[in-house]
């Protein structure tokens, strides 16, 4: 069964940085598309930025483009969202998301099957 387990929240000021780690366990990834979404209080779930495993190839959502980068680390099957420059509306839950999916960039909730439980980002002014 697939587990994908976030940590890496918490409370960062404005400007600062944060970075959340994936733990996936349960299969092999090889062939898997690994996403981060977020999901702010009283809005849609919205996708960050998405990663193929088998040869690294990410894409990143516009709002996030230069401040936050996706990775993976093969050995530890865990992927990665550093985030700097954090602003206040990027407070949010985010969410690590994984499925076998052959659309590019993967972008849409629905095409991800597993979810992890969510970890907390808040950003102050």
């Known amino acids: 069964q697939v587990q994908l387990v976030e940590s890496g929240g918490g409370l960062a000021q404005a400007g600062g940085s944060l970075r959340l780690s994936c733990a996936a366990s349960?299969?092999?990834?090889?062939?898997?598309?690994m996403g981060w979404f977020r999901q702010a209080p009283g809005k849609e779930r919205e996708f960050v930025a998405a990663i193929r495993w088998s040869d690294g190839n990410r894409y990143h959502a516009d709002s996030v483009k230069g401040r936050f980068t996706i990775s993976r680390d093969n050995a530890k099957n865990t992927v990665y969202l550093q985030m700097n420059s954090l602003k206040p509306e990027d407070t949010a839950v985010y969410y690590c998301?994984?499925?076998?999916?052959?659309?590019?960039?993967?972008?849409?909730?629905?095409?991800?099957?597993?979810w992890g439980q969510g970890t907390q980002v808040t950003v102050s002014s």
């Open positions: 349960g299969r092999t990834f090889s062939s898997y598309v």
């Open positions: 998301a994984a499925d076998y999916i052959r659309s590019w960039p993967p972008r849409y909730s629905n095409n991800y099957s597993y």
